[in-house]
């Protein structure tokens, strides 16, 4: 008897981390862990929330949404894992990105840790979907502080062939013309910016 009370707790965390980890995965209807009350139809709402709020500059409500819809959000992604898990994912990291690491992805984490795991998911889900416009430009923007060249790259390519689908994204590159003091980009991209997202653009269309 005093074995069984010995090992219960540990009985019990492994149960709750199984079930937290199965609710990622696509054959299984639930979440768990306090998210499993949500029908499909009410995760997909959140996640069109999240997804409004992202783009209209409300980057800490955006956040909390996508980690509302599933536990273990902050795990790498895999093919195996519900589809909407991928989205809510990227809010989560652009969320992070946009508030240049304001926002934990877990706990109490320093920005730099922050930004860091948001750029490593953010290349996995362009590594995942290389043509998609939108997964591009939200790795892009991953980019700027550090790979300067090569977000200008992903973002300029998108921009010429008027496919760049937020206006974060030329945000973003705006940010990256003044810094290299390219006054014509710079115009053309926050123009752009103001125009996407309208009443927003105090909000989202920020360089620096």
Same mark, same amino acid.
């Given at each position: 008897?005093?074995? %069984?009370?010995? $090992? ?10 199984? !079930? ?26 959140? +996640? ?6 992202? =783009?209209?500059?409300? $980057?800490?409500?955006?956040?909390? /949404?996508?980690?509302? /819809?599933?536990?273990?959000? =902050? +795990?790498?992604?895999?093919?195996? $894992? ?22 934990? $992805? ?13 750029? *490593?998911? /953010? ?7 290389? %043509? *998609?416009?939108?997964?591009? !430009? ?7 502080? &550090? ?7 992903? +973002?300029? %390519? ?9 206006? &974060? ?8 013309? !003044?810094?290299?003091? *390219? ?16 009443? !927003?653009?105090? &909000? ?5």
């Amino acid at each position: 008897m005093r074995r %069984q009370t010995r $090992y219960a707790p540990l009985l019990w965390l492994v149960v709750v981390v199984a !079930a937290g980890l199965s609710s990622l995965v696509r054959p299984l209807p639930a979440a768990a862990c306090g998210n499993a009350v949500l029908s499909p139809e009410a995760r997909t709402a959140r +996640l069109s929330k999240a997804e409004k709020l992202l =783009r209209t500059g409300r $980057y800490g409500h955006a956040a909390r /949404l996508a980690k509302s /819809l599933f536990t273990f959000l =902050r +795990l790498p992604p895999k093919a195996s $894992y519900r589809p909407l898990f991928f989205p809510a994912q990227r809010v989560l990291a652009s969320a992070i990105v946009r508030s240049k690491g304001a926002i934990s $992805y877990h706990e109490n984490r320093s920005r730099e840790e922050n930004l860091a795991w948001a750029r *490593d998911r /953010l290349r996995a889900h362009h590594e995942m979907w290389p %043509q *998609d416009p939108r997964i591009t !430009a939200s790795y892009a923007e991953s980019l700027v502080a &550090d790979q300067p060249i090569k977000a200008h790259e992903l +973002l300029w %390519q998108l921009a010429t062939n008027e496919v760049l689908p937020h206006a &974060d994204g030329y945000a973003a590159l705006a940010t990256l013309a !003044a810094g290299s003091h *390219d006054p014509v980009t710079f115009a053309y991209a926050l123009t752009c910016c103001h125009q996407m997202a309208g009443i !927003a653009s105090q &909000d989202v269309c920020r360089t620096g």
